[in-house]
């Protein structure tokens, strides 16, 4: 009687799926509307890091550009400060240099931002992640517990063996094989998330230490952009007890580079008859007449070839290299009442750009060069003229020059390198853009750094 009412028992408890059977099933299930909430809240924080990551490299480039610059400005700054007298381009070096600094803080400021979001999103990850263990180990602990409470109807031979036939032996075989491989996969999965966790406290402990070392970085900077800007105050003090000698020198420079410029129009209206001249000559041994007088107009008809490289051109504004690869600009284009000199007007018609001794100049843009004008005279050593269709870019202040007229160059090909003021002993590239004869703003053509 003991061993038919164990039979049973063990029927109704497999066949019938009231204990054991309900057993598997929870196995199976496992808490599985808060895995699948946790599996959730895991996908959107790692959208959101991802995006931060993105955001993140970005900032890392504007940090390492800005870092750039302000080293290229503090070495022109060292340069300057050299000098007995206190420069106009030492009071530009500074504001670009604290421009930078503010720019930099700003960048460093996000960064930091950046990392107390990611800091806080891993912070909530990991504590989902042992949240989820807790709920692992509990409903591993429960099996744990149900097998115990069950070992006697769970030793496998006597359950197998007390079967009634070879179909519920089957069942009952598949029964323990889902048993072990629940078991199994509960403890992989708890080995897992223990592993999850472990590498997101160690990337937590990696942001506190990043995010020290930037807070670190902007109390520098903020220390040496106060050192910049007492430096700033005390050169325009400086610059205020001899304005009326600057006021001089900028008006002298204003009226030499008048000189230059109608001397580069002169050479490139020479050009342009030039080339009207050698069209009509042409034109007129094609047709076997007289040869026509050449037209006196400095107007060009262009090619097919130049018309296409002018639109080329045109089409790269804002995209266009720097003529030199370091460099600061310390006069810009257009009119306006200069900053530190107020009682001097500025009419530039380009822009100059404060470098380093041996810095190649560039062009910037496919073209053929159009002329080279000597002007050591003036003190300004070389000029190079570059046309790209109706495009002329110049550039002004080189020591030697690599390239003769009609060459064709590529854009950012070395033209020469830069030379030295004879007034100031510093180096600069003055550059100009032309559409026949009307200066364009480079800035507005130029690629930002």
Same mark, same amino acid.
């Given at each position: 009687?003991?061993?038919?009412?164990? $039979?049973?028992?063990?029927?109704?408890?497999?066949?019938?799926?009231?204990?054991?059977?309900?057993?598997?099933?929870?196995? $199976?299930?496992?808490?599985?509307?808060?895995?699948?909430?946790?599996?959730?809240?895991?996908?959107?924080?790692?959208?959101?890091?991802?995006?931060?990551?993105?955001?993140?490299?970005?900032?890392?480039?504007?940090?390492?550009?800005?870092?750039?610059?302000?080293?290229?400005?503090? $070495?022109?700054?060292?340069?300057?400060?050299?000098?007995?007298?206190?420069? %106009?381009?030492?009071?530009?070096?500074?504001?670009?240099?604290?421009?930078?600094?503010?720019?930099?803080?700003?960048?460093?400021?996000?960064?930091?931002?950046?990392?107390?979001?990611? %800091?806080?999103?891993?912070?909530? @990850?990991?504590?989902?992640?042992?949240?989820?263990?807790?709920?692992?180990?509990?409903?591993?602990?429960?099996?744990?517990?149900?097998?115990?409470?069950?070992?006697?109807?769970? &030793?496998?031979?006597?359950?197998?063996?007390?079967?009634?036939?070879?179909?519920?032996?089957?069942?009952?075989?598949?029964?323990?094989?889902?048993?072990?491989? &629940?078991?199994?996969?509960?403890?992989?999965?708890?080995?897992?998330?223990?592993?999850?966790?472990?590498?997101?406290?160690?990337?937590?402990?990696?942001?506190?230490?990043?995010?020290?070392?930037?807070?670190?970085?902007?109390?520098?900077?903020?220390?040496?952009?106060?050192?910049?800007?007492?430096?700033?105050?005390?050169?325009?003090?400086?610059?205020?007890?001899?304005?009326?000698?600057?006021?001089?020198?900028?008006?002298?420079?204003?009226?030499?580079?008048?000189?230059?410029?109608?001397?580069?129009?002169?050479?490139?209206?020479?050009?342009?008859?030039?080339? &009207?001249?050698?069209?009509?000559?042409?034109?007129?041994?094609?047709?076997?007449?007289?040869?026509?007088?050449?037209?006196?107009?400095?107007?060009?008809?262009?090619?097919?070839?130049?018309?296409?490289?002018?639109?080329?051109?045109?089409?790269?504004? +804002?995209?266009?290299?720097?003529?030199?690869?370091?460099?600061?600009?310390?006069?810009?284009? +257009?009119?306006?009442?200069?900053?530190?000199?107020?009682?001097?007007?500025?009419?530039?018609? +380009?822009?100059?750009?404060?470098?380093?001794? &041996?810095?190649?100049?560039?062009?910037?843009?496919?073209?053929?060069?159009?002329?080279?004008?000597?002007?050591?005279?003036?003190? @300004?050593?070389?000029? @190079?003229?570059?046309?790209?269709?109706?495009?002329?870019?110049?550039?002004?202040?080189?020591?030697?020059?690599?390239?003769?007229?009609?060459?064709?160059?590529?854009?950012?090909?070395?033209?020469?390198?830069?030379?030295?003021?004879?007034?100031? +002993?510093?180096?600069?590239?003055?550059?100009?853009?032309?559409?026949?004869?009307?200066? %364009?703003?480079?800035?507005?053509?130029?690629?930002?750094?």
């Amino acid at each position: 009687m003991g061993l038919k009412f164990q $039979r049973v028992k063990i029927h109704k408890d497999i066949s019938h799926s009231k204990k054991i059977p309900t057993f598997a099933a929870e196995i $199976r299930k496992s808490k599985l509307m808060r895995f699948l909430k946790s599996f959730l809240l895991v996908i959107c924080t790692f959208c959101a890091l991802y995006g931060s990551a993105q955001t993140s490299d970005q900032l890392k480039a504007n940090k390492k550009n800005l870092e750039s610059e302000i080293a290229d400005t503090r $070495r022109l700054l060292q340069e300057t400060q050299k000098k007995e007298n206190t420069s %106009l381009q030492q009071i530009s070096l500074l504001r670009k240099q604290i421009g930078n600094r503010e720019k930099l803080i700003t960048e460093l400021n996000k960064q930091i931002y950046n990392l107390e979001m990611a %800091l806080d999103s891993n912070v909530k @990850v990991s504590q989902n992640l042992d949240k989820k263990l807790g709920y692992m180990k509990a409903d591993y602990e429960r099996v744990v517990y149900l097998a115990f409470k069950n070992r006697k109807l769970l &030793n496998k031979i006597t359950f197998l063996l007390s079967a009634d036939d070879f179909s519920q032996m089957y069942r009952r075989m598949k029964f323990f094989t889902i048993f072990s491989d &629940n078991v199994k996969h509960k403890m992989e999965e708890i080995t897992n998330t223990q592993q999850e966790i472990a590498q997101k406290n160690a990337e937590i402990l990696s942001i506190k230490e990043t995010k020290i070392t930037f807070l670190e970085d902007k109390e520098c900077e903020v220390k040496l952009l106060e050192k910049d800007r007492s430096s700033e105050t005390k050169v325009l003090n400086d610059l205020k007890k001899k304005e009326k000698q600057l006021a001089n020198e900028l008006k002298s420079k204003q009226a030499k580079q008048r000189d230059i410029d109608a001397a580069i129009k002169r050479a490139i209206e020479q050009e342009i008859l030039a080339a &009207n001249k050698k069209k009509a000559e042409k034109s007129s041994a094609s047709s076997g007449s007289a040869p026509a007088k050449a037209p006196s107009s400095t107007t060009l008809e262009y090619t097919p070839e130049e018309k296409i490289t002018g639109s080329s051109f045109a089409g790269n504004q +804002g995209k266009l290299p720097w003529p030199v690869i370091k460099g600061n600009t310390i006069t810009y284009f +257009g009119n306006y009442r200069n900053p530190d000199v107020p009682s001097v007007m500025m009419n530039s018609k +380009g822009i100059d750009i404060l470098t380093e001794a &041996n810095t190649p100049v560039r062009a910037v843009f496919d073209g053929v060069v159009y002329g080279i004008l000597d002007m050591s005279n003036m003190g @300004v050593g070389k000029v @190079v003229m570059i046309r790209h269709g109706e495009y002329i870019t110049v550039y002004q202040g080189l020591a030697n020059v690599s390239v003769k007229k009609d060459d064709k160059v590529t854009g950012k090909q070395n033209i020469g390198t830069i030379g030295k003021t004879m007034e100031r +002993g510093t180096y600069e590239l003055h550059f100009e853009i032309w559409k026949e004869f009307t200066h %364009l703003d480079p800035l507005l053509w130029l690629s930002q750094k």
